[in-house]
């Protein structure tokens, strides 16, 4: 047999993910990025959920803390509001 075509162990190039074995998924397009970059910080090992938890309890607090505010002085709270959208972006960005 000549050693020409199929597959041979070490060829092509090396998969980026440390978790080598890969499955292909269907999802909803909006989703996908968001959802790959979530699969690649867990891959690397980082701890989501505890980032994620103390940001989202963050941007809780904020937001109910506008709520004590009156309607008159709705300043106070739409700079309380820029924030949180801003913390949340950053999330949501790494």
């Known amino acids: 047999m000549s050693g020409r075509g199929g597959s ?3 060829s092509g190039r090396p998969s ?11 999802v909803p397009e909006c989703f996908a990025q968001e959802l ?7 891959d690397r090992g980082e701890n989501t959920s505890n980032m994620d938890n103390v940001h989202n309890q963050k941007v809780l607090a ?8 009156p309607t008159n002085s709705f300043g106070k709270g739409k700079a309380i509001i820029k924030e949180a959208v ?3 972006e950053n999330v949501q960005n790494q």
Do not use: Q
């Open 62 to 69: 904020m937001l109910k803390e506008t709520l004590n505010y």
């Open 16 to 26: 980026p993910w440390n978790n080598k074995k890969t499955v292909a998924i269907r």
């Open 36 to 42: 790959l970059n979530y699969a690649r910080r867990l």
């Open 8 to 10: 041979r162990e070490g």
């Open 86 to 88: 801003s913390i949340m």
